[in-house]
């Protein structure tokens, strides 16, 4: 198959993939139905070779540090120490399950399928690249497919919960405006990148000027920052996961002013960013034979189970700690079995739902949605990368 054939054939997928996406508001992802439609295309006759005849994979293998400094000029550190008690709640989430999978899991359904399920159920598709990366090495054939199947289905698990929970949040929250014992404050939700460019905690680099906020400079920039964190990672002798350093200096570099807000989002290539980081996701699924995936289904559902009872406890037990409901802590726990964007419609969704004017609504609204971003952000964003870069020595 020539290269452009097989990377039309992919573009294809995964439009349809983002169409059903949008117009179920994200109940079937779009990793969710590409993944079926790559599963069973691959089962049907679409060559297994798709995805090399594509000439994106190393290209793919090589962008993963510079997406994960283009996520750490996302999160600014002051909005985690504003909702520091989310953010302990979601590091808590993941922990506990990653924890649950590791203690309860592995003599459940086996070691080898226990501690990689850690990295999609955490927080998604770089975990899960963490996790791959290092089964491949192994040659886990079967642990890859697994990986691939439980990071395509984790929206199931995740949104229903969470959509529960804000529900019954949502409908607490306007009784009490409906009370009169809370009253909006009426500050809108920040402006995104000029909050953003204003708040840097250690700034002392100027902003580049605007006229050479150029895509390739940005991307320049970008790809010596994801360049100079693999280096001290190597020099550090592995110590710490290149990608989880490459993270760690998105943020410092954000911070200083050396990076712009949404970096990549700026040059323009996001969405190629992660059209071509899907790939080495997707292209475990051309192993998966239908006999392969019958045997993993017990795998899969146990350690989704096994995962949310430790989300569960942690969620609760914090509630009490912090004072939240355990509805909404609970909600919390679980965003890194989705992340955005279904942190932001899951919130629009409840807000619409549960409100009957405008004003409950956004009181609603103003009350769900920082804690769900914060909660996204940091689980699929940080915390799950920190939680791989550990678990990946287990494997």
């Known amino acids: 198959m020539s290269p452009i054939t097989a990377l039309l054939i992919i573009a294809i997928v995964y439009a349809i993939g983002d169409f059903v996406s949008q117009k179920t508001k994200a109940i079937f992802s779009m990793l969710f139905v590409s993944g079926i439609i790559f599963m069973i295309g691959f089962w049907l006759g679409i060559p297994k070779t798709l995805f090399e005849d594509a000439v994106i994979v190393k290209l793919a293998l090589a962008l993963i540090p510079i997406l994960m400094v283009h996520m750490g000029t996302l999160m600014r550190l002051k909005d985690l120490q504003e909702e520091w008690k989310t953010v302990v709640i979601a ?19 086996g070691r080898e399928y226990a501690i990689p399920a850690a990295g999609p159920i955490s927080g998604g598709v770089v975990a899960t690249l963490i996790m791959s990366e290092a089964a491949k090495s192994k040659g886990l054939e079967t642990v890859l497919v697994f990986l691939t199947l439980l990071l395509v289905l984790q929206n199931f698990v995740g949104l229903p919960i969470a959509s529960i929970c804000l529900s019954r949040e949502g409908h607490r929250l306007r009784d009490i405006y409906r009370s009169g014992g ?13 909050s953003m460019e204003n708040n840097r905690k250690w700034k002392f680099i100027p902003a580049t000027p605007k006229e050479l906020q150029t895509p390739f400079i940005l991307i320049m920039k970008t790809m010596l920052v994801g360049w ?25 570099f954000y911070e200083i002013g050396f990076l712009e807000p949404k970096i990549l989002t700026k040059a323009n290539s996001e969405g190629f960013t992660l059209f071509a980081l899907l790939v080495p996701i997707f292209m475990n699924l051309s192993k998966a034979t239908p006999s392969m995936v019958i045997s993993l289904i017990v795998p899969i559902a146990l350690s989704f189970a096994i995962a949310v009872v430790g989300i569960i406890i942690s969620s609760v037990i914090l509630s009490k700690v912090f004072g939240y409901s355990w509805e909404m ?12 964007p279904g942190t932001f419609i899951v919130s629009q969704e409840v807000a619409n739902a549960v409100g009957e004017t405008p004003e409950e609504k956004e009181f609603v609204l103003t009350k769900i949605l920082p804690k769900m971003l914060v909660s996204g952000f940091t689980t699929v964003t940080i915390a799950s990368v920190f939680l791989a870069g550990f678990l990946v020595k287990l494997i």
């Open 329 to 340: 802590s609970l909600a919390i726990g679980v965003c890194c079995l989705f992340g955005f």
């Open 91 to 109: 590091f808590s989430a993941i922990v506990f399950a990653g924890v649950a999978l590791f203690v309860i899991g592995s003599p459940i359904v």
């Open 182 to 194: 809370v009253s909006i404050d009426g500050a809108p939700l920040k402006s995104e990148d000029n």
């Open 228 to 252: 100079l964190a693999v280096m001290v990672a190597q020099l550090l002798g592995g110590v710490i996961d290149k990608f989880v350093m490459a993270l760690i200096f998105g943020i410092i």
